[in-house]
């Protein structure tokens, strides 16, 4: 068993060969996905295929990149949206500073919201954060002293600063094909101190294939290598690791289930 916990398939990357998709993430021995999301306008396509296939969970939010336009955009308008069962988070969501395509007041206005959305409804936040730790931390910290929510740093790549921060609170660390990479010693150094209850593994698909595909379309089944590497840098198995970090993925996001919960 494993679970890719954060890939966005809903992407017209992906519209000519979905079936082939699928496929090869059953091959692969991915058993679910959690569909991220990116802005509101894409969330009746996700819903489409978590309605489609019972092992594609997906998540409302408005990704940093586009809160310019959704500068009305409330936690009550998000609310609304979480009520489906196959919806089990809010996000994802945070704060890019590195390519600034969108004001910084708007992505932290925007950021508040999704985590008063994730208050109220108690489903986890997921995280998108680049270049922008410090705020990152002292938002998160200004609103759990307010009142408590669960989350995680999805497709983590920033500060061990900020992954004591998040552990801190309770939070999990995903990692995605990023922790192949050559130049990724530095990264592979934290995960290696992240408790492995804390774990999570992704794909952040269509984006970021992780060796050796990179430079390919990347897809849920490709989950695998993610977690070959980070079962090397936590020396063990690689069936331990997919055991461990499919079972983080459900204790996290509670609303889904392994067990047959739900009757799709």
């Known amino acids: 068993m494993l679970v890719d916990s954060h890939c966005h398939i809903d992407f017209n990357d992906f519209e000519d060969d979905i ?3 699928i496929q ?24 489409k295929l978590s309605n489609k296939y019972p092992f594609i969970y997906t998540a409302v939010g408005v990704h940093p990149h586009n809160a310019d336009e959704y500068t009305n955009v409330t936690a009550e308008d998000l609310i609304a949206n979480t009520k489906h069962k196959k919806v089990v988070g809010i996000g994802e969501c945070g704060l890019d500073y ?17 985590i008063k959305a994730a208050q109220e409804t108690g489903l986890p936040l997921i995280i998108h954060t680049r270049e922008a730790d410090d705020d990152t931390i002292s938002i998160l910290d200004e609103m759990y002293k307010q009142k408590p929510f669960s989350g995680e740093i999805h497709c983590f790549s920033s500060s061990k600063e900020l992954a004591d921060f998040a552990l801190s609170i309770g939070f999990y660390i995903s990692a995605s094909g990023i922790i192949t990479f050559n130049k990724s010693g530095d990264l592979r150094d934290i995960f290696e101190t992240i408790p492995n209850e804390r774990l999570l593994v992704e794909t952040d698909s269509p984006f970021l294939a992780p060796i050796p595909l990179r430079g390919h379309r990347n897809e849920p089944a490709n989950v695998k290598y993610v977690a070959e590497k980070l079962a090397q840098i936590k020396n063990m198995s690689y069936e331990d690791m997919a055991d461990i970090t499919s079972h983080n993925f459900y204790k996290l996001f509670r609303k889904a289930s392994d067990k047959g919960r739900y009757n799709y």
């Open 19 to 21: 079936e082939e998709i």
């Open 98 to 114: 590195y390519y600034d395509y969108s004001a910084k007041d708007n992505q932290i206005r925007l950021f508040k919201e999704h």
């Open 24 to 47: 090869r993430m059953k091959d692969s021995g991915v058993t679910a996905a959690l569909n991220a999301g990116n802005g509101l306008e894409d969330f009746e396509n996700q819903l």
